[in-house]
């Protein structure tokens, strides 16, 4: 892996001043304050009059973050919170570039300018914690260090409690913060209006537990027409995930951790550090998409070696079953996952450029999946169905040159999945499956633990080592949300996380609405990657689910394969809804590994066109989708390298498409050509619409 490092150290002072003895008093200025690099940004630290730690955010100079305290509630001890003093701090700034293995873009500049304030009670016990911030242009990170000391050996955390102050009501978009599910619809109110507790819409989530008015993260906001902030957490490791609780009439929010069977929060031996918590800041909703800082606060690769996955385009026996056609268990006597269904499926995959087939329901113990209480030892990893040969499926991919994506639906059980692991992943490594889909349905068992809490953490984290050291790729649904952590274990391909399509096949009060995705473009897909399966082109769900539909065109379909990323990206639809139809030209033709991508325009919940070019081919893919609003828009090429020519196929709506009347009505228009100085193309959107557009360079 190449890298391109320069590092510039800046030490300002006092940290000799720190001891395990008491604090002394350094000489420290009446603040600390760490600017990003181009001085956008500023976060500044102080203690207030009792010895709180305070930190503030000013965006181009206007207060964004007003004065905002960090602390802790623990078990068995006093809050730490108070009574602090500094004993120490560092200024420092760093600057290198890195390189990702597989990526919505290749190369990655990290630039920040960073803070760090060592603090001590100034009374018994005499404890220490660190704060470190970072200072980027698109954004500010900063965590708790818990140094190593001698009263402090384990911390067992009730809350954190770190505050987020506003001075104005933005306008936000969120789902409820959840313990156990991010699959919600996102809500878009002002942030005094939100009330997680009395969602209007009804959300049937089986596995839901909202115990707080508050939200999930990526939480995003705007000040109209100004300043847009999203709200996260990078490097979320050994610790419960975050959400926020929202008190909507101070404008202000407060870190709501993920709770546990035991009744805390987090334990953890000292030294630590928590992940890092992050503010996205842009002046315009496209520098939310662009921005690398979450990525950017994770730690680097632990893999050497990734050449072993490629990122690919992947068909499966999976849409049938939910749209009812078939079946994952094999006494309801529609079993999907037969050999020559997953024949067929190989024989469709080599025929058109897809690299991998999902075969659900291979495997016993789909008879006692959902709605059983004891789910511990049901499900098998490693034993087929009586009408699936394994070995034969898996030498039959292989002589076509397709990878069968292994599926491992745990039902929210992680111990059985802990216990068969090894084994499981020796079958996959036998057959040369390199990546694996992994489910977490259901309520967890342990009971009292819950999807998003420091032991379920530390269990997605396990699969993700062990996998690697097998060199698996994981793909995981009902997953801990991403916080870069793709940065570090590259294995971690692709998550779900989000409500994803199949939520459209599940019953019409289900199903994701026209402006779903022009907020997920600014809300989930912040974080990374998503498994949302795009791809649908019997949109009507006929003859199977005659109530329901996808909301959106059949130009959007094909629009999302640029617009979601993901380097596992599915065509979802059932294979011979593809037959004979010249719209999956594109999904043959479009990429999964980008060298950069380009937000062209965007508004958060109303549109969004992005421009990614190929790795290692120069071709360029650009995607636009749209609300439920008709929209037009003129698109520039000057992203283009000057003098390079292209050969183009744009597929739009058609004069009449309308994502409920008319979603099939598309106009593709084949092969002309383009230059970085063509004219604008004047693209129109139709509701719940969008567009593809291919440019493949003319060899000259
Ligand atoms: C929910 C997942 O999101 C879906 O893709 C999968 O088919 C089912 N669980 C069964 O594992
Ligand atoms: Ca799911």
């Known amino acids: 892996m190449r890298r391109f490092a320069i590092l510039l150290l800046v030490a300002l002072g006092g940290l000799s001043a720190c001891s395990d003895s008491g604090p002394s008093t350094p000489d420290i200025p009446e603040f600390l304050e760490a600017r990003s690099p181009s001085d956008k940004l500023a976060v500044r630290f102080y203690l207030s009059s009792e010895g709180r730690p305070t930190y503030r955010v000013a ?23 108070k009574g602090f003093a500094i004993t120490g701090f560092e200024n420092r700034s760093f600057d290198a570039t890195w390189e990702l293995p597989w990526g919505e873009q290749r ?59 506003f001075q104005y009501d933005y306008e936000c978009w969120w789902i409820p913060g959840d313990w156990d599910i991010y699959e919600h619809l996102y809500q878009h109110t002002k942030f005094s209006e939100i ?124 849409w049938e079953m939910h749209l009812g056609k078939s079946s994952w268990d094999r006494a309801s006597g529609r079993h999907g996952a037969t050999t020559e269904n997953a024949k067929r499926h190989i024989d469709f995959a080599a025929e058109n450029g897809m690299g991998g087939v999902l075969i659900e329901g291979w495997n016993t113990g789909w008879e006692h999946w959902i709605g059983f209480e004891d789910r511990e030892g049901v499900f098998d990893f490693v034993t087929p169905y009586p009408d699936y040969d394994l070995d034969e499926v898996a030498a039959y991919a292989k002589e076509k040159g397709v990878d069968i ?3 491992h639906e745990t039902s929210a059980a992680p111990r059985t999945y802990e216990q068969q692991m090894d084994t499981a992943f020796a079958l996959m490594k036998k057959h040369g499956m390199r990546a694996v889909k992994t489910g977490y349905v259901g309520k967890i068992i342990p009971k009292g633990e819950y999807h998003h809490g420091q032991w379920m953490v530390n269990h997605y984290r396990k699969v993700l ?30 998550r779900e996380g989000a409500r994803g399509q199949e939520f459209n096949a599940w019953g019409a009060a289900n199903g994701n609405p026209p402006n779903h995705l022009p ?10 990657p998503m498994d949302f399966t795009p791809g649908i082109f019997n949109l009507k769900l006929e003859p199977w689910k005659e109530n329901n539909q996808i909301n ?89 390298p000057p003098g390079q020519r292209y050969t183009c196929t744009l597929y739009q709506d058609g004069p009449d498409a309308h994502w409920n009347d008319n979603p099939f009505d598309l106009e593709i228009v084949p092969a002309f050509e383009l230059r970085a100085d063509h004219a604008a193309l004047a693209l129109k959107l139709a509701p719940g619409g969008g567009f593809a557009l291919s440019l493949l360079p003319v060899a000259e």
Request: no cysteine; hydrophobic share 40%.
């Open 519 to 528: 907020i997920l473009a600014f809300t989930r897909l912040l974080s990374g």
């Open 195 to 318: 009330d997680a507790l009395n969602l209007e819409e009804k959300q049937e989530l089986a596995q839901s537990y909202i115990p707080e008015n508050a939200v999930n993260t990526p939480f995003t906001l705007k000040q109209a027409g100004k300043t847009h902030l999203s709200f996260h957490e990078a490097a979320l490791t050994d610790y419960a995930g975050m959400t926020l609780r929202i008190e909507p009439d101070s404008l202000r929010m407060v870190t709501e951790l993920v709770g546990s069977a035991a009744g805390h929060k987090v334990r953890r031996k000292v030294p630590f550090s928590t992940p890092w918590r992050t503010i996205q800041f842009a002046s315009d909703a496209a520098g939310l998409i662009e921005s690398n800082l979450i990525l950017n606060l994770n730690e680097p690769s632990k893999i050497d070696d990734m050449s072993w996955f490629q990122p690919m385009k992947y068909v499966g026996i999976w």
């Open 405 to 407: 994506i292994m599926h």
């Open 552 to 640: 959106t065109t059949l130009a959007q379909q094909l629009a999302l394969y640029v617009v979601i990323y993901s380097p596992v990206q599915m065509a979802a639809d059932l294979i011979e809804h593809y037959a004979d139809q010249p719209a999956f030209q594109f999904i043959r033709d479009v990429g999964v590994d980008w060298e950069q991508s380009r937000v062209l325009n965007a508004e958060v919940g109303e549109y969004v066109t992005i421009a990614r070019e190929e790795r290692g081919t120069g071709r360029w893919f650009v995607g636009g989708i749209t609300n439920e609003k008709p929209r037009e828009l003129l698109l520039r090429f000057d992203f283009l």
């Open 59 to 81: 965006y181009y100079g206007i207060i964004d973050i007003q004065p905002s305290h960090l602390g802790f509630d623990l078990k068995d001890a006093p809050p730490l919170e």
């Open 107 to 165: 190369e990655v500049r990290n630039h920040y300018n960073e803070l760090f304030v060592a603090l001590q009670e100034q009374e018994a016990p005499h404890r220490r914690l660190d704060l470190r911030f970072r200072a980027y242009d698109d954004g500010i990170g900063f965590r708790y260090e818990f140094p190593e000391q001698e009263n402090l050996d384990e911390v067992v955390i009730m809350d954190e409690n770190t505050e987020f102050r």
């Open 465 to 494: 080592e062990k996998a690697a050291a097998q060199q698996i790729a994981i793909n995981a649904h009902e997953p801990i949300k991403d916080t870069g952590i793709r940065r570090t274990w590259p294995n971690a391909v692709s």
